[in-house]
C-alpha cells in the first residue's frame, strides 16, 4: 500500500510540476518576469520534495523500484501534455498572419475584410519568377486562425502562410 501512495504522490506532484513548467515558459516569452519567478518557486518546491522522496524510497526488489520510476515518468509526460494545454491557452491571444497571393485581387481582399477582419495590404512587385501580387498581414484572435485560414485557402489556395504569435498590440482596429 505504500507504495501505491507513494506512485500516486509522484505522479500527481510531476502533473503539477510539468504543467507550470509549461505554464512558466509561456510566461517567459511573455516577458511576465515576476510571474515566471513565483511560478519557479513553486516548481522548484514540488520538484526538489518528489524528487527527494522518490530517490529516498529503497527496494531490493526491481520490479517496486520500476514502478515508482514509471510514475515519475508518466507524471513527467502527463504534465508536460496538460501544461501543453493551459500552455495554448494561455498564450491564445492574439497571432499575426501574413498570406501572400498568388496574384493581386482587389476582390479576395474585400472578401476578407467583409468577413471582419482587419488587414494590412502590400502590393508587392512583379518579379522573373511571378507577377504582381498582394502581401496581406492580420492580426485575429488564436481561436478565429483555423476559420481564417479557410478563408484564404477558398480565396487563394496556393497563397503561402505564415503565422506568428503575437506579444503585443498596440491601437489598430482588431474586429475578429
Keep these: 500500500m505504500e507504495l501505491i501512495i507513494l506512485c500516486l504522490k509522484i505522479f500527481v506532484c510531476r502533473i503539477v510540476d510539468m504543467s507550470l513548467a509549461s505554464i512558466r515558459t509561456v510566461y517567459t516569452v511573455k516577458g511576465k518576469s515576476f510571474t515566471v519567478a513565483g511560478i519557479s518557486i513553486i516548481e522548484g518546491l514540488i520538484y526538489f520534495l518528489i524528487v527527494k522522496e522518490a530517490l529516498n524510497f529503497e527496494s531490493a526488489n526491481f520490479v517496486e523500484t520500476l514502478n515508482v520510476a514509471f510514475a515519475y515518468a508518466s507524471g513527467f509526460a502527463c504534465g508536460t501534455f496538460i501544461g501543453s494545454i493551459f500552455g495554448a491557452k494561455l498564450s491564445g491571444g492574439m497571432i499575426q498572419v501574413q498570406a501572400v497571393m498568388t496574384s493581386k ?63 503585443y498590440v498596440y491601437n489598430g482596429f482588431i474586429k475578429k
Design 105 to 167: 485581387d482587389d476582390e479576395a481582399i474585400k472578401k476578407i475584410q467583409d468577413a471582419g477582419y482587419a488587414l494590412t495590404v502590400i502590393k508587392s512587385e512583379p518579379t522573373t519568377f511571378s507577377g504582381e501580387k498582394y502581401m496581406i498581414f492580420s492580426e485575429i484572435k488564436n481561436n478565429k486562425l483555423k476559420d481564417f485560414r479557410k478563408l484564404i485557402q477558398s480565396l487563394d489556395e496556393k497563397a503561402f502562410v505564415m503565422v506568428n504569435e503575437t506579444k
